[in-house]
């Protein structure tokens, strides 16, 4: 790989202190960032064959969305204005298990495109129950940066005594994708256990998923939990317990746990997050749409929780930007509490980036723009009508850009998408594969 050197009129950092740069530019070699400093200093310091220009751009370190569903992409439009249950078993479930090995292809692909055009470098993505290795292959071949894995689920939530499949035979599968798919790419792709939510997995499942995690490393479980008060009360009726207690007793919760949502806690639930360090994902947009509540991020954040932002699939957005979640996610606070000083543009940007890369456990080497990271950023074109003036450039990517001022993504130390170019696959194809399927679909 060719070392590069990318310049910027700001550099938006993500480091502890949260610096911003003027006239910065970082030098990358082999996907990772080796050097950091004054547009001036790099370039008097190295040579690169390859210089990206940061004239009218800022550099920021690439978006972790911590809950997605690829796969329900070419869904978007299919489920609007409905509540979380009916939305799920009438539209979203029904969907996903009509879809071809080529539709969940077709579907993630077009999730990671929208995703890698407006700005994410990283999704911690569940798929479908079935034709997985065909959603992963689109993550793989997008060169997005992706915590996925197949959606576990093994009763009709509509009906949590009757069985869907074997859980045994669930497992067998995951084990196989675990050693096709876990710590693959240069350490790009790594599996996830996804077990959907409780209402679809029988603890016979869930007590498989955590078996299977502690035999691997890195394994993380992502789940949903308390998102909506009547799913809630299901759970409640199915495991004689609430949510989060009913996730603890079968030991999914911890340090490798994600959980979507947790609108709906009490105050032991909110306890028991802190104590296993279980991490949450915000998903504002969706929590939204579906009218499931407002999370009480402020309480999770003031307890220590880790806190990463999602956007959730497309039914429930209808949009993939993550740059929308952003603005939204500290609207939501402010206006709950009635204080407008809550989750202001650094904090908000930090669970974007460095936070959510925390809340994966991958804050290591990605989410920040930081000497030794490997090189996942984004570059913003700020000679748009909506940049003018410029006085504080976080401010700007939090309340006035959207994805669409993304001008170019690198993940790895690729150049993933420039200019309105996807440089890992055909677009053009992409939208005839989709406007074949939405002709399936119409008749
Ligand atoms: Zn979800």
Redesign the pocket.
Known sequence: MKDIIIEADYLITSNTLNSVLKDAAILVVDGEITAIGSKKEINKDYSAPHIISGENKILMPGLVNT?S?SVQTLLRGKADDLALLDWLEKVVIPGESNFTADDVHTSSLLGFAEMIRTGTTTAND?LSSSNAESGINSAIETGIRARIGQMLMDVNPSSPTEGLENADEIIETINQQITNFHYTHNKRIKYTLNARFLLSCSPELMKGIVKTQHRYDDLMIHT?ASESQAECREVEKYYKTSYIRALRDVGALGSETIV?HGIWLDEEEYAIMKETDTRLTHNPSSNCKLASGICDVKKHLDLGIIVGLGT??APCNNNLDMFREIRLATFLQKVKHLDEKLLPAKQVLRMATIDGARALNWDKEIGSIEKGKRADVVQVDIDTINAIPIYDPISHVVYSASGKDVCMTMIDGKIVYQDNNFNTFSFESLKNKVSQYKEKWSH
Request: proline letters at 0%; charged letters at 15%; zero cysteines.
């Open positions: 809950h569903h569940m949903h979507a959730d699939g």
